[in-house]
C-alpha cells in the first residue's frame, strides 16, 4: 500500500445507512478514481461477525456497475466487532486501526462517521478522545483526523448548543463536520454557481422583483413500520429545521468575498440570523400550518400506523410563512412546504417574480394582474433534477389571449456523465478536507433558534390540533391561505 492512506472507520456499520448509502457511495468514487489516496472502510459495530461476512452482506445492496468493481475494492473493507457504549473498547479499537494501517499507522488519515442513534454521539467522542485517537495538528497534511456527525444535530436549541459544547471540547470546528445530506444534492450545488456566475440573475435577487419565494420538499411515503421514531420527531424537527433552511439559506444568501468555506458558511449564519423567530402563540398559528395525513385507500391514517399514539398531535406537514429580516429580502415571504403521503415526491424552489404594474392584455383590476404571477424560475431539486423559467407568451390568432410558457434545463439531457450522489460527494469532500457543504455549529444553533419558536407556539395553552389531509393529496388546504394577495399557489410538482 502506497503511504498516506486514509481510513473511513463508520460507527454504525449494522445499519440501514451504511448499507444503502455511506458502502454505495464510497464504491462509487472510487470506480470512477476519486480518491487521491488508497481508502480503507473499516465497520465498527456491536454484532459478532467477520469481515467476509460482513462484505458479502454489503455486495447485496450495490448495482450492477458497484458490484463490477466490488472485487477489487472489497479487499480494503473490513469489521471490527466493538462497543461504543463501553470506554474502554476504544483503545482496542485503536489499535486494531493501527494495525490495519500497517507500517502507516502514524501517517494515515482517519475519518471517523458516527452513523448511530444521536443518544451516541457525544460519547462516541469523548471515547475516541479519550484513547488520544482524535488529536491532529491542523498543519498536518496527511495524519488528520475529522468527525462526520449525521442528524438529528440535537432535538432543540439547547440540545444542539450542548452538543457543540461536547465537540468542541475534544474536536477543533475544522474537523466537524455536520452533514445534511441535501447539500450533496446537484442542484443544490448549482444554486449558488447559477445564482452567481449569471448576471442576468443578480439584478432581479432582491425585493424589488420578487413576490415570493416558495420551498418545497414532499414526500409520497408516509412513516410506515416507523411511526415510533417518528412521533418522538416530526416534520418540523425531521426536515424543517435542516433541510429547508438551508435551502432557505442558499437562495437568500449575499454573495461570499470567496467560495472558501467559511466565507459560503457565513454568508449563511447571515440569513439565518435574519430569519425573524415567531414572537408569541398568536403569530404561530395565523403564519403556521401543521398537519397529519389520514387514511386513503392504499395507506393507513398516520394515527393508525404502528408505534403512533392514538392521539398524537405530531405533525406530519408543515407549512411556515417565513420572513428574512435584511435589506435585500425585508417584506418577501418564504413559504416552506414539507409533508408526508402527499401526491407526488418533489423538492423544489419556486422564486416567483412581481407582476408588471398594469396589464395591457387583460384589464385594469387586480385579479387581471394576478393572472401574470407565472413569471417564475424554478429549480427542481428531485427527482428530475434541472431549472425551469416560466413566462407569458401571446397565443397565435386575433386577440391578445396570453399562454404559459417556460423553458427548460435538465441535467440528464445536457450533460453525458452521471450526476455523484449526494453522499458521495459529500463523503469524498470529507476526506478531502472540504467543508462547504457541511453545516457550522452557529448555522445548526439559528435553525433551531427559529423552529423552536413554532414548537412553543405548538405547545402554549390554547394551540389547536393539527389539521387533517387525506393521504395522497396535495396537502392541506389550511396551508394555502399562506399565500397573501398575487403572491401566488403552492406549485404541484408536475413540471
Known amino acids: 500500500m502506497p503511504t498516506h492512506p486514509v481510513q473511513v472507520v463508520i460507527f454504525g456499520a449494522s445499519g440501514d445507512l451504511t448499507a444503502r448509502k455511506l458502502i454505495p457511495a464510497l464504491v462509487d468514487n472510487a470506480r470512477r478514481g476519486a480518491f487521491a489516496q488508497p481508502v480503507q472502510v473499516i465497520g465498527v459495530a456491536r454484532r459478532p461477525k467477520s469481515s467476509e461476512q460482513w462484505r458479502d452482506e ?39 486501526l493501527d494495525e490495519l494501517a500497517d507500517e502507516f499507522a502514524a501517517t494515515c488519515g482517519r475519518l471517523f462517521y458516527l452513523a448511530l442513534a444521536p443518544r451516541l454521539f457525544a460519547g462516541t467522542v469523548e471515547g475516541l478522545s479519550n484513547a488520544a485517537m482524535l488529536a491532529s495538528d491542523p498543519l ?132 439565518l440570523d435574519a430569519l425573524i423567530p415567531f414572537a408569541n402563540p398568536i403569530d404561530v398559528w395565523r403564519d403556521v400550518v401543521r398537519a397529519q395525513y389520514t387514511a386513503n385507500d392504499d395507506m393507513v391514517g398516520y394515527l393508525e400506523a404502528p408505534g403512533v399514539p392514538p392521539h398524537s398531535t405530531t405533525e406530519t406537514f408543515v407549512a411556515v410563512r417565513a420572513t428574512v429580516h435584511n435589506w435585500r429580502w425585508n417584506g418577501v415571504p418564504f413559504l416552506l412546504r414539507t409533508g408526508k403521503a402527499m ?30 404571477r407565472p413569471n417564475e424560475l424554478i429549480m427542481r431539486i428531485q427527482p428530475d433534477e434541472g431549472i425551469r423559467i416560466g413566462f407569458l407568451v401571446k397565443r397565435p390568432g386575433p386577440g391578445a389571449v396570453m399562454a404559459h410558457a417556460k423553458l427548460g434545463f435538465d441535467y440528464s439531457d445536457v450533460f453525458d456523465e452521471r450526476s455523484p450522489q449526494a453522499y458521495e460527494r459529500l463523503l469524498l469532500d470529507a476526506i478531502e478536507g472540504n467543508p462547504t457543504l457541511f453545516i457550522r455549529g ?19 395553552e390554547g394551540a389547536p390540533r ?13 396551508a394555502d391561505a399562506l399565500f397573501h394577495g398575487c403572491e401566488g399557489i403552492w406549485g404541484d410538482g408536475s413540471e
Not at 71 to 93: I, R
Not at 250 to 261: D, K, Q, R
Not at 469 to 477: L, V
Open 58 to 96: 454489503l455486495a447485496s445492496w450495490l448495482n450492477d456497475a458497484q458490484k463490477a468493481v466490488w472485487s477489487q475494492f472489497a479487499p480494503n473493507v473490513y469489521y471490527v466487532q466493538s462497543d461504543v457504549s463501553d470506554p474502554t473498547a476504544f483503545e482496542e479499537l485503536n489499535a486494531d
Open 140 to 271: 498536518m497534511e496527511h495524519a488528520w483526523r475529522r468527525c462526520v456527525i449525521e442528524k438529528p444535530f440535537g432535538t432543540d436549541l439547547g440540545t444542539a448548543q450542548w452538543l457543540n459544547l461536547v465537540l468542541r471540547k475534544h474536536l477543533r470546528e475544522d474537523q466537524i463536520y455536520r452533514i445534511d445530506h441535501y447539500l450533496g444534492k446537484e442542484t443544490v450545488q448549482n444554486l449558488l454557481a447559477f445564482r452567481f456566475t449569471n448576471a442576468i440573475w443578480e439584478p432581479l435577487w432582491n425585493r424589488d422583483h420578487v413576490e415570493s419565494i416558495e420551498i418545497s420538499v414532499c414526500e409520497s411515503v408516509g412513516v410506515g413500520e416507523r411511526g415510533g421514531y417518528y412521533d418522538k420527531a416530526g416534520a418540523l424537527r425531521d426536515m424543517v429545521q435542516n433541510h429547508l433552511m438551508q435551502l432557505l439559506a442558499l437562495v437568500a444568501m449575499e454573495a461570499p468575498t470567496s467560495m472558501a468555506p467559511n466565507a459560503v458558511r457565513g454568508e449563511k449564519v447571515k440569513v
Open 343 to 372: 401526491n407526488r415526491r418533489y423538492s423544489e424552489i419556486v422564486v416567483r417574480f412581481r407582476a408588471p404594474p398594469a396589464d395591457l392584455f387583460g384589464g385594469p383590476n387586480v385579479a387581471d394582474v394576478c393572472r401574470l
Open 442 to 460: 452557529d448555522e445548526a444553533e439559528a435553525s433551531w433558534r427559529f423552529c423552536d419558536s413554532i414548537r412553543a407556539g405548538w405547545n402554549a
Open 466 to 478: 393539527p389539521v387533517i389531509y387525506k393521504a395522497g393529496s396535495g396537502g392541506p388546504s389550511e
